[in-house]
């Protein structure tokens, strides 16, 4: 069926490509302008044309359902609470690695279904590397005028555990994890980069315990659970998509290999 998630996407993966070519044409410039949102993130020229762009190709591909996108987050829980299928949008996630210029910012388009992604992609504008993931199909690395590659998660984690983690965000809890986790490697990441770090097996595990939102995270979700990883709250439990109000995501933990009792390190 065209609306089926593997129909859908590589005209996605095209849409995603597409907004982080209007990223690149902002980020070349010789100087980048940002305005502060009420939340004191940053908002870029560039997050705003990669949103328009990506909400008009979304519609036009499958005109029935509604798109959420961090830069037109505010239909009322009454309405969007209905929704059993929709698109949840990150138009430029890490925009405070774009404003540093060091690449590590992406596009993220999520298909939701039931409160969990059935497809993601993750496009990388600076490398045009893209990563795709379908929960029950795998899960896909995109190089430049190559095919699609399968990737998958590291079976063991490395002697010395690869942890991956924010380069904007690090706290107490973050470090008590990694006292009682003994010898590993700090991988710094932007974005949701993180994720795909773990998808593709170079981590093998990333905890997130500062604040994130819903288009954060649902993209790369679905490129993780593709490629033979997890993503759950620190219950345990896979993260959930508009279950409340709040678009804000409890701490989380994403993970590949199964050989370590992740969440009793966090505890």
Sequence with gaps: ?????????????????????????????????????????????????????IEDA?????????????????TPFTERGTWHRYWLVDPLDGTKEFLSRNGQFTVNIALIEAHAP?????????????????????????????????????????PTVRVVGSRSHRGDSL?????????????????????????????????????????DTAAAHAVVLGAGGAVVNLEGEPLQYNTRAELLNPHFLVYGPRDHDWLALLR
């Design 1 to 53: 069926m065209r609306g089926e998630p593997a129909h859908l996407l590589a005209q996605v993966t095209d849409i995603a490509r597409r907004a982080g070519q209007e990223i690149l044409e902002v980020y070349a410039g010789a100087e980048i302008l940002a305005t502060t949102k009420a939340d004191d993130s940053p908002l870029t020229v560039a997050d705003l044309r990669a949103h328009r762009l």
């Design 58 to 74: 979304l519609q036009a591909l499958t005109p029935h359902l509604p798109v959420l996108s961090e830069e037109a987050a505010a």
């Design 118 to 158: 059935v497809l993601g992609v993750v496009h990388v504008p600076v490398t045009d590397t893209s990563y795709q993931g379908l929960p029950t199909r795998g899960a896909w690395r995109v190089l430049p005028g190559q095919a699609p590659a399968p990737i998958r998660v590291s079976a063991q984690s490395a």
């Design 175 to 215: 470090d008590g994890f990694l006292a009682r986790l003994g010898p590993h490697e700090l991988v710094p990441m932007g974005s949701s980069l993180k994720f795909c770090l773990v998808a593709e097996g170079a981590a093998d595990v990333y905890p997130r315990l500062g604040p994130t939102s819903e288009w």
